[in-house]
């Protein structure tokens, strides 16, 4: 009788082990879920705030070369546009950003941009606090460093930074 009662513990221990594992499985199941989130946000492309402390909230970014290329610039500052605007102007290989700066800051006529775009491989327009712009433009194909700056007057020295094409 006691012998008996032995193996029906163990039986029992058995299958209570057996329906801990089954549930087990059950816990994985979320993952496509995931998988499209991150398409999702490689299709709005990178998204850059500019603010009154004269930041870019990304200050480097990686493409491929050739890849077409959204980027987003937000003000997310207080200070007038007349004032306290900002752009994103990214620059062609090898172009001399503190020139480019000096140059484009003495031409307000035309929202702080050079008569000479030749080295203006993309740029937004100047934008006061809450507005936002989006600009689609082709990576070079040439991989290297490629500068981008805020041009608004005495802005470039802290609101620069570098799109890595590789
Ligand atoms: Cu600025």
Redesign the pocket.
């Known amino acids: 009788m006691f012998k008996n009662l032995s193996i029906f513990a163990v039986l029992f221990a058995a299958l209570v082990v057996a329906g801990c594992g089954g549930g087990g499985d059950q816990a994985e199941a979320p993952a496509p879920a995931q998988e499209e989130a991150a398409a999702d946000t490689a299709a709005e492309g990178i998204v850059i705030e ?1 603010n009154d402390q ?1 930041q870019f909230s990304v200050k480097e970014f990686t493409v491929a070369a050739g890849e077409e290329v959204t980027v987003t610039l937000h003000n997310v500052g207080t200070l007038p546009k007349e004032t ?4 994103f102007v990214i620059l062609t290989a090898g172009a001399d950003l503190e020139a480019f700066a000096t140059e484009a800051m003495g031409n307000s006529a035309n929202e702080y941009l050079p008569t000479d775009m030749s080295n203006v491989l993309a740029h937004t327009a100047l934008l006061g606090p809450d507005e936002e712009d989006t600009i689609t433009f082709m990576a070079p194909t040439e991989p290297g460093e490629y500068e981008f700056l ?3 007057p005495g ?1 470039y020295g802290t ?1 620069r930074g570098v799109m890595i094409v590789e």
């Open positions: 500019a004269l306290f605007g900002h752009n805020c041009t608004f802005h609101m």
